[in-house]
Structures are given as structure tokens and as C-alpha cells.
């Protein structure tokens, strides 16, 4: 069984889809998120690119300019305890997109002395669809979100190797169990043993579950195809679009400065 992830903005129509017939799927049921966190396979790619367009990333020598390939995270109702807000230094703040913290539903804070934010809960769904050759969608339908950042540079490519994750409620695990049985008959248990791994993150804010059978810890359940666009996020658009402008802006006052001392 191939599992194939497919994002699609409720706003804007991604024209990255081309080699995927979306008219043959039949969509059956959809789940709300608890959360989401896209990194973006190819971030240190991306960050590559910008650099040699200009750009400083993750920010300029003196940290004059701060570009950090942003990251997708949404949290609709992931959390056991209540969360604290999220310090400055974690998020893209909207002044980077010349918005400010009402226009985008967050509150304003201090937290550590630090200026923090807290955000509303974010909404998002999976739709899970299948094709007519038994092939199973997971349609991301992302309402809500909001714009992280960390230095790719500080992080090491072979840690991070799940660089696109959603949750789903445990409590409605059976019911997903149900739509995959439906759709591919009795599912057989697998002929090595399953396993299942917790994990808590966020200082036990949220709790993870992970299954996979005992050879595949690190590949989980392989992925046929996905389409992950990180210019289909308005908000990750207009971050790099304000960027441009400051980027272009800076390079400007810095050759014209190199002129007047040439001059002299």
C-alpha cells in the first residue's frame, strides 16, 4: 500500500499537480488535525537558492537582515496542558509582513521578558480519498496556520528526517482503521512484529504515538508521491516578498555608501 500526500490551500490553486489526475479520487472522510509541521523536504535547498539570490539567510553577518526558511506550523486542538505563548525568537513576527498581531487573531504577551504571542486555535483537516487503483490520499485542507523559523543551518539532515508531520486524535484512531479497512478489505496483521513508540514533546505539552514494524523504525510507511508548495501559503509568500523589498533595500543604502567613499 502506497500512501500519497497532497496539499491543497483553500485560497490558492497550486499548479504543481500536474502529474496527478485528481478527478479519479474518490474522497471519503475527512479528520480534524491536532497539529501540523512542515519543514519542507527541501529546506536546505530552498535556503541555498535564496542565498544565492541575495538573500541572508538565516540572517547577515551583523543580524542587520533576518531570513530564515520559515516553517508551516498549525495546532488546532494538539495540547494536553495549557501552552505557553510562543517567545519572539521561535516565530516569524508580523512585522516581517507588515501585519500586526490583531489582523492575524494572535494576542500580544510577555513571557521571560521576551516579547511572546499567543495564537487561536488553528484549523485544519485531512481528507482521505483513494484512486481508482486502490492508491490512499491524505489531503491536507490547512485554514488556519502560522510562521516559524529556525536556523537550517543548525540542523543536522540525518536527525531530521520526518520533515512533514500531522496528528490525528488518538481518539479517533478506530475510525480511521475503519475507512483504510473499507477501502482495502480485512487488513492483515503484518508478518513482523508492530510496535509502538511514545513520545512526548513540548515538555509533555503534547503526546505522541509512532507504530511501525520492527525493520522499519526509520522508513515507517513509504510515501508513493507527495506535493508540498510553500508559495501556496500566503503568509510564507508575503514573508519572502517583504524580505525582497527589505533585502533590496539594504543593498541598495549599502552600494550607495560604497559610492559616496569611493568619491572621497
Known amino acids: 500500500m502506497f500512501i500519497l500526500l497532497y496539499y491543497s490551500d483553500t485560497k490558492i490553486e497550486c499548479k504543481n499537480m500536474y502529474c496527478l489526475n485528481m478527478k479519479n479520487i474518490t474522497w471519503i472522510k475527512s479528520f480534524e488535525v491536532d497539529s501540523l509541521q512542515i519543514y519542507f523536504a527541501a529546506s536546505l535547498e530552498i535556503q541555498e537558492e535564496l542565498i544565492a539570490s541575495g538573500f541572508q539567510?538565516?540572517?547577515?553577518?551583523?543580524?542587520e537582515i533576518e531570513t530564515p526558511v520559515p516553517i508551516i506550523y498549525a495546532n488546532f486542538r494538539g495540547w494536553l496542558k495549557t501552552p505557553k505563548p510562543i517567545t519572539i525568537e521561535r516565530v516569524i513576527p508580523p512585522e516581517w509582513l507588515e501585519l500586526n498581531a490583531k489582523s492575524l487573531g494572535w494576542t500580544e504577551n510577555v513571557y521571560n521578558n521576551k516579547r511572546a504571542f499567543y495564537f487561536s486555535p488553528e484549523e485544519v483537516y485531512v481528507d482521505i480519498g483513494m484512486d481508482d487503483e486502490k492508491n490512499i490520499y491524505f489531503k491536507l485542507d490547512i485554514i488556519g496556520y502560522h510562521l516559524e523559523r529556525t536556523s537550517i543551518r543548525g540542523i543536522n539532515p540525518n536527525k531530521w528526517n520526518n520533515w512533514a508531520m500531522f496528528y490525528i486524535p488518538l481518539s479517533d484512531l478506530d475510525e480511521l482503521l475503519k475507512v483504510l479497512e473499507d477501502i482495502l478489505g480485512?487488513?492483515?496483521?503484518p508478518s513482523q512484529e508492530l510496535k509502538v513508540r511514545k513520545e512526548k514533546q513540548q515538555n509533555g505539552k503534547e503526546i505522541t504515538y509512532y507504530v511501525y514494524v520492527s525493520d522499519k523504525a526509520k522508513v515507517g510507511i513509504p510515501i508513493k508521491y507527495f506535493s508540498l508548495c510553500l508559495g501556496c501559503f500566503?503568509?510564507?509568500l508575503r514573508y519572502l516578498q517583504m524580505k525582497t523589498k527589505e533585502t533590496r533595500s539594504k543593498l541598495n543604502f549599502v552600494h550607495l555608501h560604497e559610492s559616496i567613499m569611493n568619491l572621497n
Open 186 to 189: 480485512t487488513i492483515k496483521p
Open 57 to 63: 539567510v538565516p540572517a547577515g553577518k551583523y543580524k
Open 234 to 236: 500566503p503568509l510564507a
